[in-house]
């Protein structure tokens, strides 16, 4: 579509209570209360010029362009900053206002660049506009007395540049960052004249500047721009989408000149992101087009080998036939395959489908097995359902908000943002981390309770927290009465209430203080509405499911579910984590979460794909790979997931893909996987096909073919194509299609269609008769499983246990500006923040070591070795040390160890136990790894391939 | 699966549903291994228990009698 100009309401609407009636230039308008007169013109259609305010930020009142005259009152009052009021009369032009105006674009333009023609923003500049609109003619000053001209350029970031010289200080980008990011990292320095917008450090890489790109989203001037504009132009159309990275699924217009991608800019009618964005989304999408995609199919018949490029139809013909053969060899149930988390709800649905129906079993597993698969078995379990309660917006009526093993301001940044403005606005904080996150205390947000366990110890603080609830008479008697299984409850209240679950007796195992612990309890269940907001530091333990369960009894047992304000609230890793375990991709369950022995659903299905069906559940991740070294497994089909990179136990997974036949990666990388394949099939990129997201709050989005798919294929056409070789027929002519009969076979699905999502924007499922717009928070009646499930959850400490050997325990997580195992980010210039891997590490254990800030260490655990940089650091508590898993070299998972969930088997990332010492040089795995690469590298460019 | 592990795993299930009266629990591991283990790893585990199922959670051992041959 053409590009498209949002408009700009000048000030956010009004909040009052009643409507406002009033006249603007002769026009009627009704308003809320509380709604600017700026508004309530542009409501009518009157566009009052304005250069300080926009709808995205709260009315400011300093650029004096858009004042008016109201009848009856003196002067000119700026509309901005003055409430429309019943009965008003409004005159937005006049001779005397036009003057006023004029003279303060004479102003603005004495001091800015008479550049126009070559500026960047041409075109889209709200100066050029304003002076214009204003009909500015001369400028009777003159342009020789002082001014910025001069002042230098910032160029220090990667994506944007900010230049003085054509900054009006309409301090747009100050509040931006204040009331839409939350960081404060802007503001204006100096006075009067000498005012001058300012990063803080030396220039805005050496700031808190987070990049999240507001202030450049609102700047009226060429002053903060992306770089890609200056070095391509303005945009000519637009296509909207939804981001592929984390689970808040950000709705951005693609902009782009033919088929290039100029600019990603956050949608304001975006319901989880609501115009905001992120680094990764709103910058980080140039690996979508890096020279490292491979665009043809390969094969190899061993990993030996170089790669071979072949065509789509060899390339099929030859994984059917193999997969076949290898079936023919060791049996129908020898084959599986993988969905991608960042994948369309098509194309996993498609996959799914393709395992059971044309491979004829259900070995079929997803990537959310190794992050949230808890989530699926503990809610489902509890409440009867496997998905989060609340919509993101239900965050604005919390009064309290309990986050637990979560780094929203890292790994979901916009979701954080909304976060933060209700905390500012007053909501309490409790937080509860091993590493104390930049959410305990941050620019005027600081936790009420901060809670730093002892990895490994969840279950036991919950409990504590229950018991606390129950044994002071906290319980919300009424909601467990009305809405809960009182038998399941009594049996829960009992077991909390014991002694050995009290703050006091887990404080010397979980390290936090009971009557801190004890506090932060009451808090939760008093304080009014309470959510939970948790991430993987929840699900990647052994005990993850329990813990799930745990939260899951704490809401039920203070009443803090089925409204908004409260609920538990998963935060999903990837952009389509919910869609993908929606979608039927594991082992045991069809779409919607019905378990495959299931028979009218398994009919129902055999029905519809005209095939016979399994009923008992296949394998997953683990056991696939397990199945593999034992010899029964034999060939898989992966989509859009690193398993060697991401994976826990790497040698172990290594050896899984090494003792497999036919080795069958989609993706838009030759990723560490990939070393272990016989067939690499090109992979699409978000821009490039049609679908479906599914965010954490339930909703869904449209994602929009914005260029074709750069090898040909999008990722369902692959599939499909697999499909028909295999002999079982798929021939669905669009995404669409696959949506419609996921819509039939699904009932939370059932109103679900493309239709509908481009004419309402997105839906939240369930979405059906029952609720054909969508349901933003669940379980408002009552439970989908009827009676909320108090699940009883004792405490089993994980048997990965410290020593003298390995006395420290190692948790990992990732960070704002890297996504993952990397391959999206580190193909950008987001490495400028984090170009390797760091351990931190607490100054105490460092100096135990002998360890200095920077040094080259060893980590090595049970599992393995790896060397990496020391970051001494006090977020870290003495005993406990952390990284990420961005960078293939570093290989933090050779370290973690094979120990999973009780129920799910999510491998428990967050607690290995380790020890830390300085290194002179690589690990040997690190060597071996680098002579893999070069020699795969060399292989490549055997083949004439390239890549990296 | 190496039998260590698949101990290890059968074991986790126990002792996640050992605090329910012996009845429920039986039931609440002979559901899950039913549920989510796949018929090599069922098969398996029949056998290591016909084999004397040395170092298995009593649990297991019992709620392994309630699965249906596979």
Known sequence: MPMIKEVDYGTPVGGGPGIVALEVDGISVSVPSGTSILRAAAVAGVQIPKLCATDKLESFGSCRLCLVEIEGRRGAPASCTTPAEPGMKVRTQSPKLSRLRRGVMELYISDHPLDCLTCAANGDCELQDMAGQVGLREVRYGYEGRNHLDAGKDESNPYFTFDPSKCIVCSRCVRACEEVQGTFALTIQGRG?????????????DSECVSCGACVQVCPTATLIEKTIIDRGQPERQVVTTCAYCGVGCLFRAELQGNEVVRMTPHDDGK???????????????YATHKDRIIAPMIREKITDPWREVSWDEAIRHTASEFRRIQAGYGRDSIGGITSSRCTNEETYLVQKLVRAAFGSNNVDTCARVCHSPTGYGLKTAFGTSAGT????????????????????????????????????????????????????????????????????????????????????????????ERCDLASFEQWRTFVAQERNSPEAVEAASGVGAADLRAAARLYATGGNAAIYYGLGVTEHSQGSTMVMGMANLAMATGNLGRRGVGVNPLRGQNNVQGSCDMGSFPHEFSGYRHVSDEATREMFEE?????????????????????????????????????????????????????????????????????????L??????????????????????????????????????????????????????????????????????????????????????????PNGTPVMHMEGFVRGKGRFMITEFIPTDERTSSRFPLLLTTGRILTQYNVGAQTRRTNNNIWHEEDVLEIHPHDAENRGIRDGQLVALISRAGEITLQARLTERMQPGVVYTTFHHPLTGVNVVTTEFSDWATNCPEYKVTAVQVRPAARMSEWQERYRQTRDTNARLLHETGIGGD | MSVEKMVHMANQIALF????????????????????????????????VSAGGSGLHELVRDAVSRLPVC
């Open chain 1, 390 to 481: 609340q919509d993101f917006d239900s965050v604005e009526d919390a009064d309290v908000i309990l986050v637990i093993g979560a780094n929203p301001t890292d790994a979901h940044p916009v979701f954080a943002s909304q976060m933060k403005r209700r905390l500012r606005a007053g909501a309490r904080l409790i937080v509860i981390d091993p590493r104390r996150i930049d959410l305990v205390r941050s620019a005027h947000v600081e936790a009420s309770y901060y809670l730093p366990l002892r990895p490994g110890t969840n279950v036991a603080v919950i409990n504590a927290i229950a018991h606390v609830v129950v044994t002071e008479s906290l319980v919300d008697e009424a909601f467990v009465k």
């Open chain 1, 193 to 205: 004249f000498n005012s001058v917008v300012s990063a803080g450090g030396k220039d805005f890489l």
């Open chain 2, 17 to 48: 549903f050992s605090g329910y009266p012996r009845e429920e629990a039986l039931a609440g591991v002979a559901d899950h291994l039913q549920k989510f283990w796949e018929a090599r790893m069922r098969r398996k585990l029949i056998d290591y």
């Open chain 1, 682 to 771: 090109p992979g699409s990129s978000f821009l490039e096909k049609d679908g479906t997201f599914t965010n954490a709050e339930r909703r869904i989005s449209r994602v929009r073919k914005a260029i074709p798919p750069l090898a040909g294929l999008a990722d369902w056409e692959v599939t499909m194509a697999l499909s028909n070789a295999l002999g079982y027929a798929m021939n669905y002519k669009h995404p669409s299609e696959i949506m419609d009969e996921i819509a039939r076979l699904t009932p939370t699905f059932a109103g679900v269609s493309f239709e509908k999502l481009d004419r309402l924007g997105s839906v939240q499922w369930p979405c059906n008769d029952k609720a």
């Open chain 1, 272 to 286: 989880a992101n609501h115009g905001h964005s992120c680094v990764k989304g709103r910058f980080a999408w140039g």
């Open chain 1, 608 to 680: 519809a794909w005209r095939v016979t069906l399994q009923g008992e559940p296949g394998l997953r991740i683990p056991n696939m790979l397990d199945a593999a070294v034992e010899g029964t497994f034999k060939g898989i089909y992966i989509q859009g997931e690193d398993l060697v990179q991401s994976d826990p136990n790497t040698q172990h997974v290594a050896a899984g893909l090494a003792a497999m036949e036919c080795v069958v990666v989609q993706d838009l990388f030759l990723n560490e996987t990939a070393n272990y394949a016989h067939v690499f």
